[in-house]
């Protein structure tokens, strides 16, 4: 209960990094868009924990801390969150479901690839991708998912950098906003990152208890049944197990094949 308690405190992470603190902030906002097993680590109440630390007067409240550099991080945050989301991306162009092709254990769960696929399909690829950025988890599965399914590389890059940047840099200045207005706010940083997360978590309750209700009799067809996402609401997608080509015969997805017949193909979104 206490490891729970420390990672869910941004000021225990800081107090951790100690005068390495502004680059340990870039390494887990790296390694939570990027790497897989980085989906536990706190990017959002992290980020606004960075801009409220920024500010002398926070900083003292954790011994051994420096004021972190905003105007560097405001440059160098993006940059983490747009490579390690392209990183992820990459690695779901060039490896696809075998990715994911592994049993469920503590950390990894088949239903977070699903609910970002779920997104991806929802929402379309460019929303999905700046939307995601706010959504716990999601935000790590989005992106190899949308290497997964095809998404273009130059295309994935934009929206990338469309949605880092929103993210990084307006968790930051509201931060520092923050930390320089309300006095004594170390105080509440636990609490206050408790809250961000639970309103990032929201869409993915929600969606929870929709699944729930459309469970029973008469509700979605099991996973497989509308098509190879196995995601429930997710629109059939040409080419996926479970789906057949115009031709009636499933189109492979190779690690070269691009099917511009899908809502993510070229010229489509």
Known sequence: ??????????KWWLGLLGPFATAGVLGIIFAETGL?????????SLLVAAGIFSTAEAATAIPGLEPLSFPLLLVLAPLCAIAGAQLGHHLGATYGRRMFDRPDSRLF????????????QKFGPARAVVLARFI??????????????GMSRKRFFLWNCIGGIIWTDGMLIFGRLVGSAVPDIDKYILPGALVVILISIIPIILEIVKSRRGGGPGGPAAPGAQGGTGVPGAPDVPGVPGQQGEAGVARPRGRHHRDTSAPWGDGQW
């Open 136 to 149: 716990p988890i999601v935000r790590t599965f989005l992106n190899p998912v949308a290497g997964m399914l």
């Open 109 to 120: 769960k088949k239903e977070y690839v699903d609910k970002a696929e779920h997104y991806f």
């Open 36 to 44: 897989l097993l980085g989906f536990f680590l706190p990017g959002d």
């Open 1 to 10: 209960m206490d490891l729970l308690h420390n990672l869910l405190d941004p």
